[in-house]
């Protein structure tokens, strides 16, 4: 048997629960008891849900961790780890969640997925510096409506038919006061931005959604401050600057 | 720059604690994947400890002995990372993990076979070019064996070291572990061990289930793989030693307890050969 073959019918025991082939490779097939390739498959099994665990904290707070299992299992069949880095592990939970029809009675999981997706990803992104703002100002005013910005690495924005944002701090290890949320309170949109060792979430207005929005997608300050404006004629343009600058969402710009 | 003393595995929860109170240990143990992200927390926290202790890598995702291509971009990781915290030591494992793509992290066992090991010389060698530098290459506990092995594991490991200069991470625990579950003598095992290739050696605990022993790196390291260790510095000398606890984490003191028993066997075993 090649080592190819040997690889291929190694994996081919592990997820589909059937020894067969393997089993005439093995100096041994079985230890007094147990089978030794159910030692592997419960660790690697125990391995991937554990690196599930540990991206989606809030899942598994809010379905609990037997349900969380079951879920883990289904998806790992379902979508196979692609790395070596199992901080890499998980990407389509929340869209698998969305077809999970056990699920279905939490209609906000799929939603808190991305969320915590989000956090996840943005929790090792690269770090940036706050935008130079004499750079910003040595730019002719006139040109101001072409600039182009780029939102900081480690921030993403989300929005959700749910509130996930009050779902999510509920639901924090460290959090102890009322844990009810009110479903009915309706959507939120969200900018999520690591500070320092943690995760913030800013909730966004509808003009501030636009605006953020409109330049992450690359478009230029005019165009993303008249979706700002459609949203919310009141928007001010000099405000939103100011906050996203100060705040390093928005890090870099071209002109 | 990896000192010939005892250090610890450096894990999440004892991060803010050991670079508060520096406690005294010789040198710390990071999982390089844990540190591939860009930037952030992890990345922040690693530059600041490694001021302090010098820091050895050790890898767990690579597959070297997978018959897939090798992860490059897992390796441009690495290297970044290894540019970044100019580690002492960097180590995997004699193991595969992936076949067509999918991962099934894990440290899985080879066939030792003359397929295997012309295998994974060449992709131990590839990984050193790549780095440009040498990398320690650490032996696994395992549950199976392969009925088509031609060597024993001990032999197919010298002859790893011997033919690509990279160097043994000699784990005493999965030595053990293993000789129990297929019934070989793990002296044997040490003794077969070129010493000059040996750079590190690391100690945990396993599980006994009755019927078998599950390495789970959950508990305090065994009388039976103190004695082994024992055993390895008669043969081989003080190497720099690693307490590795990844389950059931315990309190830090509780790993310094266990990092300062090592500490103590190699004194006393300088102290009997000097």
Partial sequence: ?255 | MIPAQAGIGLRSPHHREVLHDKPAVAWLEIHSENFFGAGGPNRRYLDAIREHYPISLHGVGLSLGSTDPLDMEHLARLKELIARCEPGLVSEHLSWSSVAGRYMNDLLPLPYTEEALSHIRLRIEQTQDYLGRQILIENLSSYVRFSHSTLPEWEFLAAVARDTDCGILLDINNIYVSAVNHDFDPYLYIQAMPSTAIREIHLAGHHDTGDCLIDNHGMPVSDKVWQLYRHALRCHGAKPTLIEWDTDIPALPVLLQEAAKAQAIMEAAHHVAA
């Avoid at chain 1, 037997?66 to 979508?79: S, V």
């Avoid at chain 1, 993303?224 to 939103?240: K, T």
Wanted: proline content about 4%; aromatic content about 12%; glycine content about 6%.
């Fill in chain 1, 1 to 255: 048997m090649s080592l190819r073959d040997l690889q291929t019918a190694f994996m081919s025991s592990v997820f589909t629960r059937d020894d067969g082939v393997i089993a005439a490779y093995l100096e041994s097939a079985t230890m007094p008891g147990s089978p030794r390739m159910a030692i592997y498959r419960n660790n690697i099994y125990a391995a991937l849900s554990k690196a599930l665990e540990a991206i989606y904290p809030v899942i598994l707070r809010l379905v609990g961790d037997e349900f969380f299992k079951f879920a883990a299992r289904r998806y790992i069949d379902g979508h196979p780890s692609r790395s070596g880095d199992l901080n890499r592990f998980g990407s389509d939970f929340a869209e698998f969640l969305g077809t999970f029809k056990h699920a279905a009675s939490l209609p906000y999981l799929p939603d808190m997925a991305r969320l915590e997706w989000c956090c996840h990803q943005a929790y090792s992104a690269a770090d940036d510096t706050p935008l130079d703002l004499l750079k910003l100002a040595a730019v002719p005013p006139e040109t101001y409506g072409r600039l182009r910005f780029r939102l900081n690495h480690a921030s993403r924005l989300l929005h959700s038919a749910w509130p996930i944002d009050a779902i999510w701090r509920v639901n924090q290890a460290d959090y102890t006061g009322d844990q009810s949320v009110d479903l009915a309170s309706g959507g939120v949109s969200l900018l999520l931005q690591r500070r320092e060792n943690r995760m913030a979430l800013m909730t966004l207005s509808a003009a501030e959604w636009q605006f953020l929005s409109a330049l992450n997608d690359r478009q230029t300050l005019e165009v993303a401050y008249e979706r700002a404006m459609r949203a919310d004629p009141a928007a001010d343009f000099g405000a939103l600057l100011h906050t996203y600058v100060g705040q390093a969402t928005l890090v870099e710009f071209f002109l």
